[in-house]
């Protein structure tokens, strides 16, 4: 016996519970289709929700930076890493989400792992959404602050959190905007009220919702503040992420200068990581543009979700909360999601089955992710191909809803 052999130990045990995790096969361009190895498939599995990644315009901003720029920086930002197009993609992402300023970071999960702890520190609370993404989970842990997780989207929960919380130095509430399994929005008026009435610091990560809501796509707060426009000024720090709707690679944060300013000094993942390669601030940049130059392919994603979640649940499926493009069937064990997920393949689809530690234990999902890029005869042919393999997955009767 090795020291390490214990992990084959814990591999074993994974694929006995149906948890262990297979890479797929690498893929070429990301698009409503995909090539896995002789066979192409519907993606329904990727979060390139407007379809940028592969788009003509955008490919040709990458290509051009490329030449001009070469691949990697070199560096971190503070030390020679910056590129002209960082700076310019940090402006428009300012103008963009209305704030003095904003920060690149190498991916969203360092924006998240970074921010947090150089926000909060020993002494200082942390009010976290249980189904916050993982990166949000991890700041929390490198910050020295006392996290306490409140039930999802559990407003009252977080009241009576917030009337012991006196004695905090600083206090923080972060959430995601768009929930990346359920697809339902976090209740950002209501955060938003209790952040200020509490005095404490409200962070938003947007990264299914940059691009997509709201009507000038910044995201959940945008869609929110017309009907609440002090929500705005309630949200202190915004984050999202270049490596969804915008096709690209990279994250960033928003917020005033002087947030900023400290982030470039104090957020480890931004001062101890080399740059991003100019290529990705390239393309989102032309990305960016494209988001606000054409409002139809968000409006036009949202409509077909809205309608596409109602022929769902007509079919039995459960989709529980979900509100945007993310749509989850919901099934329960992690051996008939999988099941499923492999039945869809044959049939030419691709949706993800998701498994804990992604979701929590018997919450595992179909996680079908709508992007622009998807034709009415994609949609169709999912619907088919659904509605032919529910069966197998003993959707209780009482649960289903009428055929029609
Ligand atoms: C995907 C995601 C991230 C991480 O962004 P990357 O750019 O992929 O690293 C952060 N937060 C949320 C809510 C996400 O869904």
Redesign the pocket.
């Given at each position: 016996m090795e020291p390490i052999d214990w992990i084959d130990e814990q591999l074993d045990r994974l694929r006995q519970a149906d948890l262990y995790r297979e890479l797929p096969p690498p893929l070429g361009e990301v698009g409503a289709y995909c090539e896995v190895g002789w066979r192409k498939l519907m993606n329904f599995a990727s979060?390139d929700y407007l379809g940028l990644a592969a788009d003509p315009r955008v490919v040709e901003a990458a290509a051009r930076s490329l030449n001009h720029d070469g691949c990697g920086r070199g560096a971190s930002p503070l030390i020679c890493g910056r590129a002209s197009g960082h700076s310019v993609l940090e402006q428009q992402l300012a103008e963009f989400e209305g704030t003095e300023a904003a920060l690149l970071f190498p991916?969203?999960?360092?924006a998240?792992a970074g921010t947090i702890p150089a926000l909060v520190d020993e002494g200082d609370a942390i009010y976290s959404d249980a189904q916050n993404?993982a990166?949000?989970v991890d700041g929390c842990r490198l910050s020295r602050a006392k996290t306490h997780i409140y039930p999802h989207k559990d407003v009252d929960a977080l009241v009576g959190l917030l009337a012991e919380a006196n004695h905090y130095r600083r206090k923080l509430i972060v959430t995601?905007s768009l929930f990346?399994m359920g697809g339902d929005l976090a209740p950002l008026p209501q955060l938003g009220e209790l952040a200020e009435r509490h005095s404490a610091m409200l962070m938003v990560?947007e990264?299914?919702a940059t691009g997509v809501f709201g009507a000038g796509g910044r995201g959940v707060v945008e869609y929110f503040a017309a009907a609440a426009p002090q929500l705005h000024e309630q949200v202190h720090v915004r984050?999202g992420?270049?490596?969804?709707a915008l096709g690209a690679?990279?994250?960033f944060v928003c917020g005033t200068k002087s947030l900023i300013e400290w982030l470039t000094n104090r957020a480890r993942s931004y001062v101890f990581s080399t740059a991003q390669p100019a290529v990705s601030a390239a393309a989102a940049s032309v990305a960016l543009t494209i988001v606000e130059e054409e409002p139809q392919r968000r409006r036009d994603l949202l409509t077909t979700a809205a309608r596409l979640r109602d022929q769902l649940r007509q079919q039995g499926w459960h989709v529980g909360a979900s509100a945007s493009q993310i749509i989850p069937l919901r099934i329960g064990s992690a051996q008939q999601t999988m099941q499923l997920a492999h039945q869809l393949r044959h049939r030419g689809i691709w949706i993800p089955g998701i498994r804990p530690p992604s979701v929590p234990a018997e919450g595992s999902l179909l996680r079908l992710s709508l992007s622009a890029s998807h034709t009415d005869a994609m949609i169709e042919e999912v619907l088919d191909a659904l509605d032919s393999c529910r069966p197998a997955v003993a959707l209780s009767g009482s649960q289903r809803g009428k055929r029609t």
């Open positions: 979060n991916s969203g999960f360092a998240n993404h990166s949000i995601d990346s990560d990264a299914h984050v992420t270049l490596s969804k690679a990279g994250g």
